[in-house]
C-alpha cells in the first residue's frame, strides 16, 4: 500500500507539472543536413524510390482493415472483416516515414497518398475518440488476445501502441506538410485515452479509470512528441503517469508472453535494474524514461537508465548490437546467453537500440551511447534490408546455414511478414539517420556520426557552415570543414569511437584478442595537434575562421576480437572487424561453407588488402584473411578466408554465414548440412529440391509441432508447381520396415500445400515394388503429426521412395519421415 500511495502521490503532483528542462544537446535536425555520402545517400535513394513504396503496396490490408472501420461508423455494412491487433500500425509507421521523405523533398503524389489516408484514418475514428478496427467492428474478442470489450486486454490488445504510432505519422505529416487533420484525431484519441485510463468514462470499465499501462510502450514515446509539437502539458503528464504506474497498478501472474518480466511489468521502472523480457518493448519503454525523465527533471529516471545500460553492453547485447536473444519471448536470456545460429536479435529491437543510445547520449554527452548506437545501426539495423529495399531480415542470427528458415519461415530475407513491424520500422528510421550526424549546445559542435554531408548550425549570433569530406564507415578519414559568416569562437567534438582503442564496442563483453593498436590522429589546416579527449570526443577550443579544415584520421585495421568467457555460445571462438563493421564469411565468397573455417592462431591481417565489390543493387567492402579449414576427408589446410560486412550478406543468394569462428580444429564443421550419423538414411535424393531448401532435412531428426515448416529445416519442390514428385531414401543396410511416418509442410496462406496424393514404393534387389499397406491404413495428409503406415507383411528393402502428386500450382513439401525397423 506505500508503494501505491507513493506513486499516486507522484501521478497527481505530476498532473499539474511544467517541463523543467530539455536535454542539454540539441541535434541538427536531418532536413537540415544534405546527405551527400556515397554510402548513405544511395540508401535514402532506395528509400524513396522502392523501400517506402513497396511498403505501402505491402501494408494495403492495414488500409482496408481501417476502411472496414470507417464504412462500418457510416452505417455500411461490413462483411468479412478480419481481425487483426496491429496491422494498422505497420501502416501508420510506413506513413511516418513517407513524412520524413517529405520533409527532404516535395513530392505532390506521396503527399496526395497520405492526405488520402489520412482521410480513412479520420473516418475509422469514433467520436469519443476511440480508434481500433477490430473493436469497431464487433470482430475482436479474447480469443483473439484483443480482450472482448475495449480497453479489457490492454496487456496485448495493442490499442495503445497503434495509435501511438499513428501520432508519430501524424506529427511528422504535420511538420511536412502544415495539415492538421491527422494531428487532431491523435490528440482526440489522446485526450479519450486520458479519460479511459486516468478519470473514468462511463462507457468503459463502469466508468472506473482503468490505471494500467500498455503492454507495448510506444504510447509514452508518441506523447511525448505530441507535448513537444503542441506545447500542451497534458501529454507528457499522460506519458510519465504511464510509467509510474507501469509494475505497480498491474502485474500479471502468467509465464511466456504472460509472465511479468515480459513487458517489464515485474517492477516500478526507476527500480527495474537489468533488461529483461521482450527486447523491442524494453527499448522503448527505456527511450521514453530518457524522454520523461529529462523533460520533467526527474532524476530518478536516469539512475535507472545507466543500471540497465550497463546490463545490456556487459551482459546482453551481441557484437553487432542486436539485442533479445532469445525466441519465444523475442527477448532478453540470462546473462550471457548470446547464442549464434539460434540468435533472434529482432530488428525492431535493434532500432530500439540506436534511439535508445542516441537519447543518453544527448543526455549525457558521453560518446559511448553513440558507439553503441553505430555498432547497432551499421550492422544490425542495415542487415535487415537487403540493398535492393524490398527484402527483410526479422531475425538476425550470427552463423546460418544456408538453408534452415531462420526467418520466418525462409534461410535469408523474405519480401514482407505477417507481423510487419521490422520493414515498416525501417521505413521510418532510415530517413532520420542524418539527424543524427551533428548535435550542438551553446559553445559545442558534436560530430557525432561521420558521414559526407553539410550542415549549418549558430553559434553567438554567427552562421557556422559545417561540411564534412569522407568515405566513412569504409574509411577512417574524416574531414571537417569549419566556415563560420566571421570569426567565432566555440568548441569542436570530434567523436574518438570505442573501436579506435581497446575493444569494439563498449561494455565487457567484447575485447581486442590482438595488439595492433595505431593511434587517432587530429590536424588542424595540415598541422598536427594533440587534442584533449572527454568523453569519448576529440576537443578543439578556438576562434573559428573562414576556410579552416580539421582531419580526424581513425585507422582502421582488421581486428580480432574475442568474447567475455562467460558466453559459452563463442567459447574457444573469435570474430573479426573493421572500423564499425563486424566481418562475417559467406559461403558464395568461400568455396562451401563457412562453419569449416578456422583460426589455429590469431590472424596476420597486416597484409589484407580492402578492395570494393559491386553488385547490380550496390557495393560493399571485402577482405581476405589466411585461415585454416577442414576438409571432407577431415583434414587440414591452410587457405584464405573472403570476409565481408555483416550488413551486407545474404545480398547475393543463399549460402552459409559465420561471424564467430573456431580456434580449435573439432569444433569446425566441414558441411552442416550433411546427414547426420545417427540418422536412418545414408542417402537422400529427389526429383527437384527448392534452392532455398535441402533434402537432408527429410532425415536430419529435427521436427517441429506444426506443419508450417517455419522452424525447421524442411524440403519442397517450390519452383515445380503442380508437378510429381518423387524422394528417395536409402539405407545404410538392408532392412525390414516396421512403419514409415512423414510429417507434411503445409502453408495455410503459401505456394506449398498438401499432396493431393501420396504412396510408397520399396527398393527390393534393384527393384521398385509398391508397398501393400496394411488393410486399415491409408495415406493421409494431417497437419501436426506424423502420417504413418505400415507394411501389410514383414517387407525387407534397401530403400523407400516416396511419389507425391500435388495439388493444382502448388509444391508438395516434407519436413521429416521416420522409419521404424523390426529388430
Given at each position: 500500500?506505500?508503494?501505491?500511495?507513493?506513486?499516486?502521490?507522484?501521478?497527481?503532483?505530476?498532473?499539474?507539472?511544467?517541463?523543467?528542462?530539455?536535454?542539454?544537446?540539441?541535434?541538427?535536425?536531418?532536413?537540415?543536413?544534405?546527405?551527400?555520402?556515397?554510402?548513405?545517400?544511395?540508401?535514402?535513394?532506395?528509400?524513396?524510390?522502392?523501400?517506402?513504396?513497396?511498403?505501402?503496396?505491402?501494408?494495403?490490408?492495414?488500409?482496408?482493415?481501417?476502411?472496414?472501420?470507417?464504412?462500418?461508423?457510416?452505417?455500411?455494412?461490413?462483411e468479412d472483416h478480419r481481425a487483426h491487433r496491429f496491422i494498422d500500425s505497420d501502416l501508420y509507421k510506413v506513413m511516418e516515414g513517407a513524412a520524413y521523405l517529405l520533409q527532404l523533398r516535395h513530392d505532390p503524389e506521396l503527399e496526395k497518398t497520405l492526405d488520402e489516408l489520412a482521410d480513412v484514418i479520420a473516418g475509422a475514428q469514433h467520436e469519443n475518440g476511440y480508434l481500433y478496427p477490430s473493436h469497431t467492428t464487433g470482430v475482436g474478442t479474447s480469443k483473439n488476445m484483443m480482450g472482448d470489450e475495449p480497453y479489457t486486454f490492454i496487456?496485448?490488445?495493442?490499442?495503445?501502441?497503434?495509435?501511438?504510432?499513428?501520432?508519430?505519422?501524424?506529427?511528422?505529416?504535420?511538420?511536412?506538410?502544415?495539415?492538421?487533420?491527422?494531428?487532431?484525431?491523435?490528440?482526440?484519441?489522446?485526450?479519450?485515452?486520458?479519460?479511459?485510463?486516468?478519470?473514468g468514462d462511463p462507457n468503459y470499465n463502469d466508468g472506473k479509470p482503468i490505471r494500467q499501462a500498455p503492454g507495448h510502450q510506444e504510447m509514452e514515446l508518441a506523447l511525448v512528441k505530441l507535448h513537444r509539437v503542441t506545447g500542451k502539458q497534458l501529454y507528457l503528464d499522460m506519458a510519465r503517469k504511464l510509467l509510474e504506474i507501469r509494475g505497480v497498478t498491474y502485474v500479471p501472474d502468467g509465464e511466456g508472453v504472460m509472465s511479468p518480466t515480459y513487458a517489464q511489468q515485474h517492477a516500478p521502472v526507476t527500480e527495474q535494474k537489468e533488461a529483461?523480457?521482450?527486447?523491442?518493448?524494453?527499448?522503448?519503454?527505456?527511450?521514453?524514461?530518457?524522454?520523461?525523465?529529462?523533460?520533467?527533471?526527474?532524476?530518478?529516471?536516469?539512475?535507472?537508465?545507466?543500471?540497465?545500460?550497463?546490463?545490456?553492453?556487459?551482459?546482453?547485447?551481441?557484437?553487432?548490437?542486436?539485442?533479445?536473444?532469445?525466441?519465444?519471448?523475442?527477448?532478453?536470456?540470462?546473462?550471457?546467453?548470446?547464442?549464434?545460429?539460434?540468435?533472434?536479435?529482432?530488428?525492431?529491437?535493434?532500432?530500439?537500440?540506436?534511439?535508445?543510445?542516441?537519447?543518453?547520449?544527448?543526455?549525457?554527452?558521453?560518446?559511448?551511447?553513440?558507439?553503441?548506437?553505430?555498432?547497432?545501426?551499421?550492422?544490425?539495423?542495415?542487415?535487415?534490408?537487403?540493398?535492393?529495399?524490398?527484402?527483410?531480415?526479422?531475425?538476425?542470427?550470427?552463423?546460418?546455414?544456408?538453408?534452415?528458415?531462420?526467418?520466418?519461415?525462409?534461410?535469408?530475407?523474405?519480401?514482407?511478414?505477417?507481423?510487419?513491424?521490422?520493414?515498416?520500422?525501417?521505413?521510418?528510421?532510415?530517413?532520420?539517420?542524418?539527424?543524427?550526424?551533428?548535435?550542438?549546445?551553446?559553445?559545442?559542435?558534436?560530430?557525432?556520426?561521420?558521414?559526407?554531408?553539410?550542415?549549418?548550425?549558430?553559434?553567438?549570433?554567427?552562421?557556422?557552415?559545417?561540411?564534412?569530406?569522407?568515405?566513412?564507415?569504409?574509411?577512417?578519414?574524416?574531414?571537417?570543414?569549419?566556415?563560420?559568416?566571421?570569426?567565432?569562437?566555440?568548441?569542436?567534438?570530434?567523436?574518438?569511437?570505442?573501436?579506435?582503442?581497446?575493444?569494439?564496442?563498449?561494455?565487457?563483453?567484447?575485447?581486442?584478442?590482438?595488439?595492433?593498436?595505431?593511434?587517432?590522429?587530429?590536424?588542424?589546416?595540415?598541422?598536427?595537434?594533440?587534442?584533449?579527449?572527454?568523453?569519448?570526443?576529440?576537443?578543439?577550443?578556438?576562434?573559428?575562421?573562414?576556410?579552416?579544415?580539421?582531419?580526424?584520421?581513425?585507422?582502421?585495421?582488421?581486428?580480432?576480437?574475442?568474447?567475455?568467457?562467460?558466453?559459452?555460445?563463442?567459447?574457444?571462438?573469435?570474430?573479426?572487424?573493421?572500423?564499425?563493421?563486424?566481418?562475417?564469411?559467406?559461403?558464395?565468397?568461400?568455396?562451401?561453407?563457412?562453419?569449416?573455417?578456422?583460426?589455429?592462431?590469431?590472424?596476420?591481417?597486416?597484409?589484407?588488402?580492402?578492395?570494393?565489390?559491386?553488385?547490380?543493387?550496390?557495393?560493399?567492402?571485402?577482405?581476405?584473411?589466411?585461415?585454416?579449414?577442414?576438409?571432407?576427408?577431415?583434414?587440414?589446410?591452410?587457405?584464405?578466408?573472403?570476409?565481408?560486412?555483416?550488413?551486407?550478406?545474404?545480398?547475393?543468394?543463399?549460402?552459409?554465414?559465420?561471424?564467430?569462428?573456431?580456434?580449435?580444429?573439432?569444433?569446425?564443421?566441414?558441411?552442416?548440412?550433411?546427414?547426420?550419423?545417427?540418422?536412418?538414411?545414408?542417402?537422400?535424393?529427389?526429383?527437384?529440391?527448392?534452392?532455398?531448401?535441402?533434402?537432408?532435412?527429410?532425415?536430419?531428426?529435427?521436427?517441429?509441432?506444426?506443419?508450417?515448416?517455419?522452424?525447421?529445416?524442411?524440403?519442397?519442390?517450390?519452383?515445380?508447381?503442380?508437378?510429381?514428385?518423387?524422394?528417395?531414401?536409402?539405407?545404410?543396410?538392408?532392412?525390414?520396415?516396421?512403419?514409415?511416418?512423414?510429417?507434411?509442410?503445409?502453408?495455410?496462406?503459401?505456394?506449398?500445400?498438401?499432396?493431393?496424393?501420396?504412396?510408397?514404393?520399396?527398393?527390393?534387389?534393384?527393384?521398385?515394388?509398391?508397398?501393400?499397406?496394411?488393410?486399415?491404413?491409408?495415406?493421409?495428409?494431417?497437419?501436426?503429426?506424423?502420417?504413418?503406415?505400415?507394411?501389410?507383411?514383414?517387407?525387407?528393402?534397401?530403400?523407400?521412395?516416396?511419389?507425391?502428386?500435388?495439388?493444382?500450382?502448388?509444391?508438395?513439401?516434407?519436413l521429416e519421415v521416420q522409419v521404424q525397423f523390426e529388430e
Amino acid at each position: 500500500m506505500l508503494r501505491l500511495s507513493l506513486i499516486a502521490t507522484l501521478v497527481c503532483a505530476s498532473a499539474s507539472s511544467t517541463t523543467a528542462a530539455d536535454y542539454p544537446l540539441k541535434p541538427v535536425p536531418f532536413n537540415k543536413v544534405e546527405m551527400t555520402s556515397d554510402f548513405w545517400r544511395p540508401r535514402l535513394e532506395t528509400q524513396r524510390k522502392t523501400l517506402v513504396p513497396f511498403a505501402f503496396e505491402k501494408t494495403q490490408p492495414g488500409v482496408e482493415h481501417l476502411k472496414a472501420a470507417r464504412d462500418f461508423l457510416a452505417g455500411k455494412k461490413v462483411e468479412d472483416h478480419r481481425a487483426h491487433r496491429f496491422i494498422d500500425s505497420d501502416l501508420y509507421k510506413v506513413m511516418e516515414g513517407a513524412a520524413y521523405l517529405l520533409q527532404l523533398r516535395h513530392d505532390p503524389e506521396l503527399e496526395k497518398t497520405l492526405d488520402e489516408l489520412a482521410d480513412v484514418i479520420a473516418g475509422a475514428q469514433h467520436e469519443n475518440g476511440y480508434l481500433y478496427p477490430s473493436h469497431t467492428t464487433g470482430v475482436g474478442t479474447s480469443k483473439n488476445m484483443m480482450g472482448d470489450e475495449p480497453y479489457t486486454f490492454i496487456v496485448h490488445s495493442h490499442e495503445l501502441y497503434n495509435v501511438g504510432h499513428l501520432y508519430e505519422a501524424a506529427i511528422a505529416y504535420y511538420r511536412a506538410t502544415g495539415k492538421k487533420k491527422l494531428l487532431d484525431v491523435a490528440e482526440k484519441s489522446a485526450q479519450h485515452i486520458n479519460q479511459v485510463i486516468f478519470k473514468g468514462d462511463p462507457n468503459y470499465n463502469d466508468g472506473k479509470p482503468i490505471r494500467q499501462a500498455p503492454g507495448h510502450q510506444e504510447m509514452e514515446l508518441a506523447l511525448v512528441k505530441l507535448h513537444r509539437v503542441t506545447g500542451k502539458q497534458l501529454y507528457l503528464d499522460m506519458a510519465r503517469k504511464l510509467l509510474e504506474i507501469r509494475g505497480v497498478t498491474y502485474v500479471p501472474d502468467g509465464e511466456g508472453v504472460m509472465s511479468p518480466t515480459y513487458a517489464q511489468q515485474h517492477a516500478p521502472v526507476t527500480e527495474q535494474k537489468e533488461a529483461v523480457g521482450h527486447a523491442v518493448r524494453a527499448t522503448y519503454l527505456y527511450s521514453a524514461m530518457a524522454d520523461v525523465g529529462t523533460l520533467t527533471g526527474e532524476p530518478a529516471y536516469g539512475k535507472a537508465l545507466d543500471r540497465i545500460w550497463g546490463n545490456v553492453t556487459n551482459t546482453r547485447m551481441h557484437i553487432t548490437g542486436g539485442l533479445g536473444a532469445v525466441h519465444g519471448i523475442e527477448g532478453f536470456g540470462p546473462q550471457y546467453e548470446l547464442p549464434n545460429a539460434d540468435a533472434f536479435n529482432e530488428t525492431c529491437a535493434a532500432v530500439g537500440n540506436v534511439l535508445f543510445n542516441y537519447r543518453m547520449f544527448l543526455l549525457h554527452k558521453d560518446a559511448k551511447y553513440l558507439d553503441v548506437a553505430e555498432v547497432a545501426l551499421l550492422n544490425n539495423v542495415l542487415a535487415a534490408v537487403n540493398l535492393d529495399g524490398n527484402r527483410f531480415f526479422y531475425v538476425n542470427p550470427l552463423d546460418a546455414d544456408g538453408k534452415y528458415p531462420f526467418n520466418h519461415g525462409t534461410a535469408g530475407r523474405a519480401p514482407w511478414f505477417g507481423t510487419a513491424c521490422c520493414p515498416s520500422n525501417m521505413a521510418r528510421l532510415l530517413p532520420q539517420v542524418p539527424g543524427m550526424t551533428y548535435a550542438h549546445d551553446e559553445n559545442n559542435l558534436y560530430v557525432t556520426f561521420f558521414a559526407e554531408s553539410q550542415t549549418f548550425v549558430e553559434f553567438n549570433g554567427t552562421r557556422v557552415g559545417v561540411e564534412q569530406k569522407t568515405a566513412y564507415p569504409n574509411d577512417g578519414e574524416i574531414s571537417v570543414a569549419i566556415d563560420p559568416e566571421k570569426p567565432t569562437k566555440f568548441r569542436l567534438q570530434l567523436r574518438v569511437p570505442t573501436w579506435t582503442q581497446e575493444r569494439f564496442v563498449p561494455g565487457e563483453l567484447y575485447r581486442y584478442a590482438d595488439s595492433k593498436f595505431t593511434p587517432v590522429t587530429v590536424s588542424i589546416n595540415g598541422k598536427h595537434i594533440n587534442a584533449p579527449i572527454e568523453k569519448g570526443f576529440a576537443q578543439i577550443e578556438r576562434e573559428w575562421q573562414s576556410g579552416d579544415r580539421v582531419v580526424l584520421t581513425l585507422p582502421m585495421p582488421i581486428r580480432v576480437t574475442e568474447c567475455h568467457p562467460a558466453v559459452e555460445a563463442n567459447t574457444h571462438r573469435i570474430a573479426l572487424t573493421r572500423g564499425p563493421f563486424v566481418l562475417c564469411a559467406e559461403g558464395v565468397d568461400n568455396g562451401g561453407a563457412t562453419q569449416r573455417f578456422f583460426f589455429s592462431k590469431l590472424p596476420d591481417t597486416t597484409q589484407s588488402k580492402i578492395r570494393t565489390t559491386r553488385i547490380a543493387s550496390g557495393s560493399f567492402i571485402q577482405a581476405d584473411v589466411p585461415a585454416q579449414a577442414i576438409t571432407e576427408s577431415g583434414d587440414t589446410e591452410s587457405t584464405k578466408l573472403t570476409l565481408t560486412p555483416y550488413y551486407a550478406w545474404n545480398n547475393r543468394g543463399f549460402s552459409s554465414m559465420t561471424v564467430w569462428f573456431p580456434t580449435k580444429a573439432d569444433l569446425a564443421v566441414f558441411d552442416p548440412l550433411a546427414l547426420p550419423k545417427e540418422s536412418v538414411f545414408s542417402d537422400i535424393t529427389a526429383s527437384h529440391t527448392s534452392h532455398e531448401d535441402t533434402i537432408v532435412a527429410i532425415g536430419d531428426g529435427d521436427v517441429d509441432k506444426h506443419s508450417s515448416g517455419n522452424k525447421v529445416s524442411r524440403w519442397t519442390s517450390r519452383g515445380q508447381p503442380g508437378q510429381d514428385q518423387w524422394v528417395i531414401g536409402r539405407f545404410r543396410e538392408t532392412k525390414s520396415i516396421r512403419s514409415v511416418g512423414v510429417f507434411w509442410m503445409n502453408r495455410w496462406q503459401g505456394d506449398v500445400k498438401f499432396p493431393e496424393s501420396w504412396s510408397l514404393e520399396v527398393e527390393q534387389d534393384g527393384v521398385w515394388k509398391p508397398l501393400e499397406l496394411y488393410t486399415t491404413d491409408k495415406y493421409d495428409t494431417r497437419a501436426n503429426q506424423f502420417n504413418v503406415v505400415h507394411p501389410a507383411a514383414p517387407t525387407q528393402c534397401d530403400a523407400i521412395r516416396i511419389n507425391m502428386t500435388p495439388k493444382d500450382d502448388t509444391a508438395v513439401g516434407i519436413l521429416e519421415v521416420q522409419v521404424q525397423f523390426e529388430e
